[in-house]
């Protein structure tokens, strides 16, 4: 430092003697301050103040001066050591300082000091004023009077006086050491701010002063204001409720707590929110009180709040009064669904389940492992709530009938807790974690405790997935009880009636609106024979051959009876005859398919009742024959055996009069309910042989009761049965009819209609069709001919058309019957608009002794009407004329006689009518109904006849001959080769392959040079009188079939014909018109063409020829296609097989009398070579 002072002053330093210098200075120093520092020390820390420093600064001015003063003294030795040249060495002892140096002593220094302070204190407390150390703000708490403490401080032995003055001076007060304080305590919501000034004095007169600013801090003096309301409404089946609102007025921390009634149920948060402990039920309680407490820690305010709780849609609302029940056959996996009604009675919908009674083999298999779906119960729900709850299910299972518990009866119950959740649209039923509890009571009455941990407790389910209805409520009837594994429940769920009751808390409301807690069933557990299906056969006997009839029949459920109509298959009245005179008999019987076999024995009953009548209640006038008896069956699952333990069968019959005649029989033939196993389709059928029993009645007038006639017969079994449908079934409830009839051979019937242009008669057979009790059959295929029917119409030789029916049976007895005919336009048998009717009915009678019969008509006026197009009815009668519509002949080979129906002998008769004009050529559809007692060959009853008919003016070939007829182009000769067609679905089929066709003749045609087309000509034995127009299609496809293969070519031809006939000549041309015309190649493709008029020529009919007839009917049949020459003909027309059809729309009909609709004809064109 001294050298860059140096060098800034320009000056050198003697830097030795400088280091001497400041280390002697130094050494004093610090002895200096020791000393000093020791006395100080020693002062009174009480008593140390503004004089004490004073002094202080004094001694220390003192030490500096001393220092200062012994720092020359040794600088002037120093020089001279240096003006000697001598080296400075230079110690402290050396230098003789203590004139200077006063300081060092202790006591001289403490009596400077006290010196000093005397010295300072005259002074200070004279003119030094006090200091106010405090600041200038306070904060009071309102209501009480202190404030704080003004502090100030002044020289030692000053006085202090402390005085206020200001705007709120006279609301102070201040003590003389400071302490203000309120005259009075203030309150923060009058002031809450006071400023005044505060003067401190010493006793010298010296003051000072300073403002002052009081805050007033508002004390908690107010309790809390609660500003919610204390009404709270809430949704059931949710815990939110709302707040509880409330403020302090001190801005207070706030707390919430509950008390009274129904605080328990509700709870409270921090925050005031309100909730219920557990979710509400409106129907359980709608309403809730308690008190609110709201505190701030030292006030607190209360309010009565109440709840009251909204009914919302919580309920399940079932849809309707039908409960489908749901069970399970596992020995052919099958699931049978059925649906009855329930009724309400108290609060529990009851249904009695016994008519679908419950398969004990998937209840076995419940509780011994297998296969197990548990039966389930299901309720159509129309609406769906929206919440959620908690609910109980309680399920009781009880022997017998009802609900309680009488002695010697079981009981099971279980009670579980169940969780729903729903959305309005789907809803979910849960079982939460629990220890479900159950009981047993045993037949001696003793109970019998059970736990178990959730086990498959799906006892409730909610699906959406049915069609009828938005969702389904499903009830599992044993799911619960079937895991109840301490229990002996093989001996609790086995074969039986019990009672079960599913009762829940949840809400559940009928379709009429009634509360419902549940479901009361009665429920039946069986190991049953299950039928296949609705259908019955029922076998009967033709006593004259033998012979077994079978028809099938389907039978409805009613009342638990399978019910059938069997009157559309009367039984045989000869069979029953030989039964009840010890002949060959065998007894009617119904038989159903089984679908399943049970497993077990037992006894059951069997009541039979046939009374007069299609009902089974006797009405006054009608017999009664009744049997009862008993069965008893074994099965193992695969077969089973029934017979009849030794008994005497009892029986009654009331007669006509009512009078009860009583009969025993002791077992005879009591084969009335079997089991086989010949079924294809099933395993085994159960068969009823329905008057087996009946006819061994000895003792009753038999021959007088199994007589012709309608009877209905009940058989009512207690066997375990039940339809495909899982209903049970207690018997048969049929409707039956003994007949003597006359039996159809089989389903032909020959149609014979006259031609009378050569008297021959032509006959074709048709196969009918049973439909609805009538033989229907469609006879356009054999037109019926209109000159004959002219003729009849004007007087000349007619004939009528036939049906005929051959006969297998002949009945034995008389009759009198009514026959109604139906004559209509069109193809059925209603009159629609514009069509025409003729209706006649009239009376007949028939005699018949089993081998022939007679039909007669009693004298009678006929009856008949015919509608117009118009619908107008015009009213004919006609008497006793050619009347001869139904006979009975014994011509027929086959048969031992036939049943002839003349068809329109009777309408011919009505003059009265416009007959010319009604029976013109058309279609007519004609029934004839009748009450002859008629029995079809599969035993069915035939109330008639449904036939469409044709009339028509046609083409008659003469025979089944064609001759093909063709030129030889080398030497003109003609070529003629006879054929036999054959009618094949209406058309003429020959093979012409033997007589190939020239392909020279064609391709002189092709080359435009001299050609005849190949002719086919069919002899005519009659010809129409009349005109028409017609099409006429030509196909010429390669191969031998109709039908165009790949790699095959097809030429397609189709034009227009017009013909005119006037019963001899005829004329058939080709109006002008534009021939279409298409070539498909052997790729596939198609090529049109079109072909005006030219040599059109390819059907005439002409008078030569060498035929049994005068005319013949000529088909050039390349006349046409020769002339196509926009087509590659001569690649067409080569050598090779061809198919030919020609179909046309002509009126023609072969020699057989059936309609023929065109040619089919496999041809080949060869080289002469």
């Known amino acids: 430092l001294l050298q860059a002072a140096a060098e800034v002053t320009g000056v050198v330093v003697d830097t030795a003697a400088a280091e001497v210098t400041g280390s002697v200075v130094l050494d004093l120093s610090t002895k200096t301050i020791a000393t000093v520092s020791k006395a100080f020390a020693d002062l009174s820390v009480e008593s140390f103040g503004q004089v004490e420093a004073s002094a202080v600064s ?32 230079l110690a402290v002892e050396d230098v003789d300082v203590s004139s200077f140096i006063t300081l060092d002593n202790e006591g001289a220094l403490n009596a400077t000091i006290a010196l000093n302070i005397q010295e300072v204190e005259a002074y200070l407390v004279t003119t030094i004023a006090p200091v106010i150390e405090s600041g200038g703000n306070f904060v009071a708490a309102e209501n009480q009077t202190a404030v704080g403490t003004v502090v100030a401080s002044d020289t030692v032995g000053d006085v202090l006086t402390y005085s206020l003055s200001g705007a709120d001076a006279s609301a102070l007060n201040i003590s003389n050491t400071g302490v203000l304080s309120f005259v009075s305590a203030p ?53 939110a409720i709302g707040a509880v609102v409330a403020s302090s007025p001190s801005n207070a921390a706030l707390a919430y707590s509950l008390s009274g009634n129904d605080a328990e149920a509700l709870s409270i948060s921090t925050d005031g929110v309100l909730s219920f402990v557990t979710a ?106 929206i919440g959620s709850g908690a609910e109980a299910v309680t399920i009781n299972l009880v022997d017998g009938l009802d609900a309680s518990v009488d002695s010697g009866e079981r009981q099971v119950s279980v009670q579980l807790d169940i969780e729903w959740q729903s959305d309005g649209s789907t809803a979910l039923i849960s079982v939460p974690a629990q220890t479900i509890n159950a009981f047993y009571k045993t037949v001696a009455g003793v109970q019998v405790d059970v736990q178990v941990p959730n086990g498959d407790s799906d006892v409730l389910t909610i699906t959406s997935d049915g069609t009828d209805y938005p969702a389904t409520l499903e009830i599992k009837l044993v799911s619960l009880i079937a895991q109840l594994s301490d229990l002996p429940l093989g001996e609790i769920l086995d074969g039986g009636v019990y009672h079960v009751d599913v009762t829940t808390s949840m809400s559940l409301e009928a379709p009429t609106g009634e509360t419902l807690k549940g479901v009361s069933a009665i429920v039946e557990i069986i190991n049953p024979f299950k039928l296949a299906g609705s259908k019955i056969t029922l076998q009967d006997t033709n006593p004259l051959d033998g012979s077994t009839v079978k028809t099938d029949h389907e039978a409805s459920l009613v009342g638990g009876f399978l019910t059938v109509d069997l009157r559309s298959a009367p039984l045989s009245l000869g ?42 209640t006797r009405d006054s006038g009608e017999r009664q024959v009744t049997v009862a008896l008993d069965i008893e069956w074994d099965a193992d699952g695969t077969s089973a055996a029934i017979t009849m333990p030794m008994q005497d069968i009892t029986a009654y019959y009331v007669t006509r009069e009512g009078v009860q005649i009583d009969v025993g029989l002791s077992n005879a033939d009591a084969d009335m309910l079997s089991i086989t196993g010949a079924g294809a389709e099933y395993p085994a059928s159960l068969e009823i042989k329905l008057l087996s029993l009946i006819t061994k009645l000895s003792g009753l007038p038999l021959d007088d009761i199994l007589s012709t006639g309608v009877f209905h017969m009940d058989v009512t079994t207690s066997l375990p049965l039940i339809e495909p449908t899982g209903l049970a079934v207690d018997g048969l409830n049929a409707i039956i009819e003994i007949a003597d009839a006359f039996t159809l051979a089989d389903a032909t019937v020959t149609l014979q209609d006259a031609n009378p242009l050569d008297g021959s008669t032509t006959e074709t057979d048709h196969e009918t069709t049973l439909v609805d009790g009538f033989l229907s059959v469609d006879l356009r295929s054999a037109p019926l001919s209109l000159t004959n029917i002219v003729d009849g119409l004007d007087g000349l030789d007619f004939t009528s058309p036939t049906l005929a029916f051959a006969l297998s049976a002949i009945p034995s007895g008389t009759g009198t019957e009514t026959v109604t005919i139906n004559l209509v336009d069109g193809v059925d048998s209603t009159r629609d608009s514009g069509e025409r009717q003729v209706t006649v009915a009239l009376d007949i009678e028939w005699d018949a002794d089993g081998t022939s019969a007679a039909i007669t008509m009693p004298v009678q006026n006929i009856t008949a009407y015919y509608l117009t197009r118009e619908g107008v009815q015009i009213d004919v009668a006609l008497s006793n004329a050619d009347s001869d519509m139904l006979s009975v002949t014994s011509a027929g080979a086959d048969y031992p006689v036939s049943l002839e129906l003349k068809l329109l002998s009777l309408i011919m008769k009505l ?9 013109t050529a058309g279609v007519f559809h004609i029934d004839v109904t009748t009450s002859l007692p008629l029995v079809a060959t599969n035993g069915h009853t035939v109330d008639g006849l449904k036939a469409i008919i044709e009339i028509a003016d046609a083409f008659t070939l003469a025979d089944a001959t064609v001759s093909l007829e063709q030129e030889n182009p080398s030497t003109g000769a003609e070529i003629v080769t006879d054929y036999e067609t054959s009618l094949v679905d209406g058309f003429l089929t020959v093979d012409m392959r033997s007589s190939p066709l020239s392909l020279v003749n064609i391709e002189n045609g092709l080359d435009g040079l001299d050609f005849t087309s190949p002719i086919l000509r069919y002899g005519l034995s009659g010809m129409p009188s009349g005109s028409g127009s017609e099409t006429v299609v030509i196909n010429l496809i390669d191969g031998v079939n109709a039908i165009r293969e790949a790699g095959e070519r097809q030429v397609t031809v189709a034009l227009d014909i017009e013909w005119t006939a006037d019963g001899s000549p005829v004329s058939i041309t080709v109006p002008t018109q534009d021939i279409a015309a298409y070539y498909i190649t052997a790729d596939g493709d198609q090529i049109d063409v079109t072909l005006s008029n030219a040599d059109a020529d390819i059907m005439s009919v002409t008078a030569d020829g060498e035929f049994p007839s005068d005319a ?45 609709d065109g040619l089919k004809a496999i041809v080949e064109i060869a080289d002469e070579d």
């Open 58 to 89: 004094r001694i220390k001015a003192k030490a500096v001066a001393e220092i200062t003063s012994a720092a020359e003294v040794v600088v002037a030795a120093v020089s001279v050591q240096q003006a000697a040249n001598e080296t400075v060495v």
């Open 280 to 385: 509400p039920n409106f129907e359980v309680k709608a309403s809730y009180s308690a008190t609110v407490v709201v505190s701030d820690g030292t006030n607190d305010t209360s309010s009565v709040i109440i709840v009251s709780v909204t009914d919302v849609d919580d309920t399940f609302i079932i849809a309707d009064t039908a409960v489908t029940l749901t069970d399970y056959y596992p020995l052919n996996a099958s699931t049978v669904t059925n649906t009855l009604e329930y009724t309400i009675v108290g609060d529990m919908a009851n249904v009695d389940l016994r008519v679908t009674p419950l398969n004990l083999t998937n209840m076995e298999n419940a509780i011994y492992g297998g296969d197990f779906k548990t039966p389930v119960l299901s309720f159509g729900l129309s609406s769906l709530p």
């Open 187 to 239: 309150d923060f919501e009058t002031k809450a701010q006071y400023n005044a000034t505060v003067t401190v004095v010493d006793s010298n007169g010296n003051s000072v002063s300073q403002a002052i600013s009081i805050s007033i801090a508002d004390a908690n003096d107010s309790a809390p204001i609660i500003t919610s309301s204390s009404s709270f409404s809430a949704d059931e089946n949710q815990l």
């Open 911 to 919: 003059s009265g009518l416009p007959l010319d004009d009604l029976l």
């Open 575 to 616: 069979n029953i005859e030989n039964g009840l005179y010890g002949l060959d008999f065998t007894s009617p019987a119904v038989s159903f398919d089984l679908a399943a076999i049970p497993t077990g024995a037992g006894t059951e009953t069997v009541t039979i009742n046939l009374i007069d009548g299609v009902d089974a």
């Open 1112 to 1156: 013949a009917l000529e088909i050039k049949i390349l006349s046409l296609i020769a002339k196509l020459s926009g087509l590659p003909l001569d690649d067409i027309l080569n050598v090779g097989v061809f198919h030919l059809d020609l179909t046309t729309s002509l009126p023609l009909i072969a020699s057989t009398g059936y309609v023929v």
